[in-house]
């Protein structure tokens, strides 16, 4: 679950709380991604992590970034000029609409409305909200995104040799399998009315089996057989950056409270929120580096500094701990940091370090 390089720095660290990002790592799992969506092309939903080192490894491999506001934009045309942008995101404003884009995906007909009033070219996606059911996802992005059909059809006559129409833009799950992403595929690619096509991001990432990934190979080869000449494109985030992340820390404190083990590290969800906005344990090792009190193979829940109870880590998991071990939690590459409420409380903030080899 975590790869030697990264447990062997983990013990190095001069100063804990530490966020490790395992770069070799990335740089395969991006590759392999790449290799196994053939033509369909590839960006990267910055808002999953927009660490510049992860973005720097991420640009040799896929062929754009969507980004979601200025500042995203700002960032990442700062690091890559000339590398394409999608731009989307509800409620963009004008600054905003102005940005240049490959492409700007546009989520409402009084926002198409405000582009044309730019005077600006623009290529542009429509971000459909087919209203589709998605069992068994994480999270839908129904509700206020994009338009629906009536939205679109109060989109096409407006569109001029400037501000052009590309084609649909669909993200609508979040945490999907590759079977369920291509049936809302098929679905959503049925008519074959557009020449390009992109279908978001929403890959499945099981922090309850962080062995699992994700079957990119059929995913590929799925749209592949869905393709009939359109441009496919999709844009993941969690699904590219999760696995590349670990957040390192310290025991503090055992004890036994109403018969309940607890371990107390250094830091908190205020560093690493994403297993408290998921609900889940995230998954950990312990590295046996303390002399202190513990315990000994029995359900710990591992809990921060924060003086809130729902600052947990991960409930009741069947584990030797000591004050003083070494905790490697592990899939905290994406929506980790970046999500996190980091004043909270006032404690130092973790240092970073990117591992090369
Ligand atoms: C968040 C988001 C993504 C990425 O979603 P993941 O679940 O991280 O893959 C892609 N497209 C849009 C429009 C998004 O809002």
């Not at 960006?43 to 720097?56: E, F, I, Q």
């Not at 995906?105 to 730019?118: A, M, N």
């Not at 290529?123 to 129904?142: F, H, I, S, Y």
């Not at 899939?331 to 080899?357: E, Q, R, V």
């Amino acid at each position: 679950m975590i790869a030697p390089r990264v447990q062997e720095a983990a013990v190095r660290l001069p100063r804990l709380p530490a966020y490790v990002y395992d770069l070799p790592t990335l740089d395969a799992h991006v590759a392999a991604v790449r290799r196994a969506l053939g033509a369909t092309e590839l960006y990267y939903a910055v808002k999953a992590n927009p660490d510049a080192g992860l973005l720097r490894v991420l640009a040799g491999h896929v062929d754009g970034f969507e980004v979601s506001s200025a500042g995203e934009h700002a960032h990442v045309t700062g690091l890559f000029p000339g590398m394409p942008v999608a731009l989307g995101g509800p409620g963009k404003t004008d600054a905003e609409l102005r940005l240049p884009h490959h492409r700007l995906h546009v989520e409402s007909p009084y926002e198409l409305r405000r582009l044309l009033d730019t005077g600006l070219e623009a290529d542009v996606l429509l971000r459909l909200n087919p209203g589709l059911p998605v069992e068994g996802a994480a999270l839908t992005m129904g509700g206020p995104f994009g338009m629906d059909a009536a939205g679109v059809a109060e989109c096409l006559p407006l569109f001029t040799d400037r501000v052009r129409l590309r084609g649909l833009h669909a993200h609508l799950a979040s945490g999907l399998s590759a079977p369920q992403l291509l049936g809302l595929a098929e679905a959503l690619l049925g008519d074959g009315a557009y020449e390009e096509v992109n279908l978001g991001g929403g890959m499945a990432v099981s922090y309850a089996s962080p062995g699992e990934r994700f079957d990119w190979a059929a995913y590929g080869a799925g749209l592949d057989a869905l393709r009939r000449g359109r441009l496919l494109r999709v844009e993941p985030g969690r699904a590219l950056t999760a696995y590349c992340g670990s957040y390192v820390t310290r025991v503090v404190d055992v004890k036994r409270v109403h018969g309940q083990a607890y371990a107390v590290v250094l830091g908190g969800t205020h560093h690493l929120r994403t297993p408290v906005t998921k609900g889940h344990d995230q998954p950990f090792v312990v590295l046996p580096t303390g002399a202190g009190p513990g315990v000994t193979d029995e359900p710990v829940t591992v809990v921060g500094q924060l003086c809130t109870p729902k600052d947990v880590f991960a409930r009741n998991i069947g584990t030797s701990v000591r004050v003083g071990d070494t905790v490697v939690f592990a899939m905290a590459g994406a929506y980790a940091w970046n999500i996190s409420h980091h004043d909270f409380l006032m404690h130092p903030k973790p240092a970073f370090h990117h591992l090369t080899s």
